[in-house]
């Protein structure tokens, strides 16, 4: 099996991570406008604290997905590389007499993260200091720590300088962390049920499908999208789920489900399971199918559901 996945399943990895678009929201008004923009609590972050969320469209569909992280001076956007100017654009598109100055600030930064069960006590040995908290972040020396994860896995992410980055590697490694890639890391978030927006979560999603509800707040007030989300809450319900399966062999991305025949859901993507010698994915099902032990098939492959993601 790979040392990269072994190390962020049964140690500790380290993946640079540096091509994640990062964006600095300055001005008086960052808050309240990053308040009204995304579906999670902003207005109440201090600073050292954060949070993941959503950005929504006026349809309730999710544009992006971001983590945000609060400083004195500025909130710190995270988010997938090719979000990175769509993120942009959708902040200043909404900035009317905002005091708000939105800057992408990744080519002038790096972020190296650190995942695994080991993660904390790597950090420590390499003279690092670990968040109490998801998404919570603190200083060390030059750096900003951050817990925050990629595979769902216990980690953090290290923000710097870009220069940095080859320091902060190496002191990591001295410590215990091995290389992983950013296959690994893919298989691994596959396997933990975590979604990747551009492969799992599309521009077309709703968030109760995804299952990832803690990007949701309910009791935050009004901010774009939010009608369709209350909607769907006081259904009860949404016609599809995001689902983990397990499977014989590994289905191509875009894969249809089936039950006796019927198309109830699609593989949205897939990966050899180094254990086992089965695969794994992560699907939208149709909700009547979405339950652990529901027998299914991509073609010819057997697949069968493991969990409902965020569940």
């Not at 923009?37 to 992006?64: D, H, M, V, W």
């Not at 799992?200 to 990007?215: C, F, K, V």
């Not at 259904?235 to 894969?255: F, T």
């Not at 794994?280 to 969990?307: E, N, S």
């Amino acid at each position: 099996m790979d040392q990269g996945y072994q190390a962020l399943r049964r140690g500790a990895a380290w993946i640079d991570v540096s091509a994640r678009g990062r964006i600095a929201v300055r001005g008086r008004d960052r808050a309240r406008l990053l308040h009204n923009l995304t579906s999670n609590e902003i207005k109440k972050l201090g600073s050292g604290s954060g949070c993941y969320a959503f950005l929504l469209g006026p349809q309730g569909r999710i544009q992006a997905d971001l983590t945000l992280l609060a400083f004195d001076d500025h909130i710190l956007l995270d988010t997938e590389p090719e979000l990175r100017e769509k993120v942009a654009q959708h902040i200043r598109r909404y900035i009317v007499a905002d005091q708000v100055e939105p800057e992408d600030v990744t080519a002038s930064t790096c972020s190296i993260a650190l995942e695994g069960p080991e993660s904390a006590a790597v950090l420590a040995k390499a003279g690092g200091t670990a968040p109490g908290g998801d998404y919570q972040h603190v200083l060390w020396d030059e750096t900003i720590v951050a817990r925050v994860s990629l595979a769902g896995q216990p980690g953090f992410r290290i923000y710097a300088a870009a220069g940095a980055a080859g320091s902060i590697v190496n002191r990591l490694i001295g410590a215990g962390a091995q290389a992983a890639s950013a296959e690994d890391a893919r298989v691994v978030r596959i396997e933990n049920g975590r979604p990747r927006y551009g492969e799992d979560i599309r521009d077309t999603s709703l968030p109760q499908e995804t299952g990832q509800m803690h990007a949701v707040s309910f009791s935050k007030g009004c901010y774009l999208g939010q009608e369709i989300v209350e909607r769907i809450r006081a259904q009860g319900h949404v016609n599809r789920k995001l689902v983990r399966l397990g499977l014989d062999s590994v289905p191509p991305a875009g894969a249809a489900l089936s039950v006796d025949g019927a198309e109830v859901g699609e593989i949205t993507s897939s990966a050899q399971a180094p254990a086992g010698g089965g695969a794994v994915a992560l699907a939208y099902v149709r909700a009547v199918y979405a339950t652990p032990g529901q027998a299914l098939a991509a073609g010819d492959i057997p697949a069968v559901v493991i969990a409902v993601c965020g569940v």
